[in-house]
């Protein structure tokens, strides 16, 4: 007999899961998500379930119907639904990959390893330690939690020992990294999609402009030398390779002013540096998440149009809910698509949602977007 269509069980309930379940429902495929909190991007989805996920019976009830559990975030509780999965239920990324890649010391030394560039940097369980390793790669150096950290809360970059000190207490907490400063000319990130076999698929190389330590724009392919994007797309490759990643993950870089490459860090699930592959790639990031995770054939990469810019809609206000008045001004301009999250508390700072806008000149998408995106107003 035919099997019948899958069922997979997202751990999440934010934006991430949110465009996955999209392309999983597209294609006709059950989808189930759980979050600890009543998430609102998950809200549109019947199989949304609010729930404690650290409990072993919450956990039990909803993997049991799955034929394939994944994450939306390195943080979701993996682990514990390992722990109830039954024997034919499949769990991607598998926990051994999370576990290298959610504490950043040990991806880091993870990757060293397996021969793949990155900044130098040295674990410090003490003050002293990072006073003593900031001396010697020289200031500035970028203090990192090894843990929790997202959108650059848990970093900060200090240029004096006072500085150093005065940062410390405010992060610390289960392990630190000392980390040289990368001087970086572009900050870029590759997508790569693995299936549970090895087969890959990696997406161009995209250029990523952060604003106080957060994404702002995301352009693609990258306007940079073909030699560097060829290496950045091999050097993904390896890094996925070496944590055996299965699913889509992405690959954060530095682009070193003599053309050098340096591994940032790497994010296990789809990632905002994707975002424009819904409208923009032949296959989105979700769509060969999905792909990957069921072992099913994965996707073209290719770009539909020559270049592709997202922007990211952050709230600008403090506030509940969020309103629309700037939506229908963002959609007066031509060749965009806007994506609003569905969160309902809106924060300064906080993702909201994005733009996409595609095209063949670069100046001109760039501007649509940013027109597109400065409109919306959450
Ligand atoms: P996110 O969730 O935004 O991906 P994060 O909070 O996990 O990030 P990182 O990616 O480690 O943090 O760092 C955030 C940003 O800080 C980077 O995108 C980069 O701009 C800057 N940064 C991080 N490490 C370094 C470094 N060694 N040298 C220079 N800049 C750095
Ligand atoms: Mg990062």
């Known amino acids: 007999m035919d099997p019948t269509f899958p069922t997979i069980?997202?751990?999440g309930g934010g934006q991430l899961g949110k465009m996955m379940a999209a392309e999983a429902v597209r294609m006709g495929i059950e989808t189930k998500l759980l979050?600890?909190?009543d998430a609102g991007p998950m809200r549109p989805y019947a199989g949304a379930q609010v729930g404690d996920w650290t409990d072993p019976d919450v956990l039990r009830s909803f993997v049991s119907d799955c034929d394939v559990i994944t994450v939306e975030s390195e943080w979701a509780p993996a682990g514990a639904a390992a722990d109830v999965l039954p024997d034919d239920t499949a769990l991607w990324?598998?926990?051994a990959t999370l576990s290298l890649i959610k504490d950043k010391g040990v991806q880091k030394q993870h990757l060293a390893d397996a021969g793949c560039p990155v900044p130098e940097f040295v674990r410090c369980n003490t003050m002293e330690d990072a006073l003593d390793a900031a001396e010697a790669y020289g200031y500035p150096v970028v203090l990192k939690q090894c843990r929790g950290a997202y959108d650059g809360y848990g970093n900060a970059t200090v240029h004096s020992v006072e500085a150093l000190r005065e940062a410390w207490p405010n992060l610390a907490d289960d392990g630190l990294m000392v980390e040289t400063f990368a001087?970086?000319?572009r900050e870029l990130a590759v997508q790569v999609a693995r299936r549970p076999g090895g087969e890959q698929v990696v997406y161009p190389v995209a250029y990523t402009e952060q604003r106080d330590h957060r994404c702002h724009a995301v352009e693609v392919p990258a306007d940079i030398d073909e030699g560097v994007a060829e290496e950045a797309r091999d050097l993904a490759q390896a890094a996925v390779e070496a944590v055996e990643g299965v699913g889509l993950i992405a690959v954060e870089l530095f682009e070193m002013p003599d053309g050098?490459?340096?591994v940032n860090e790497l994010a296990p699930r789809p990632h905002n540096t994707g975002h424009y592959s819904i409208?923009?790639?032949?296959t989105s990031q979700f769509e060969n998440?999905?792909?990957a995770i069921l072992d099913w054939p994965l996707g073209s990469t290719a770009l539909r149009q020559p270049v592709?810019?997202?922007v990211n809609v952050l709230g600008r206000r403090e506030g509940t809910p969020p309103r629309s008045t700037g939506l229908p001004r963002a959609l007066d301009t031509d060749g965009v698509s806007p994506h609003i999250y569905g969160k309902p508390d809106v924060r300064p700072g906080r993702k909201m949602g994005h733009v996409t806008a595609l095209g063949s000149n670069r100046a001109d998408v760039r501007k649509r977007a940013e027109m597109a995106a400065g409109a919306i107003e959450l």
């Open 9 to 11: 069980g997202i751990l």
């Open 35 to 37: 979050s600890p909190k």
């Open 93 to 95: 990324p598998s926990t």
């Open 183 to 185: 001087d970086f000319t």
């Open 260 to 262: 050098d490459l340096l």
């Open 279 to 282: 409208e923009g790639s032949d």
């Open 289 to 291: 998440h999905v792909r």
């Open 308 to 310: 592709a810019v997202m």
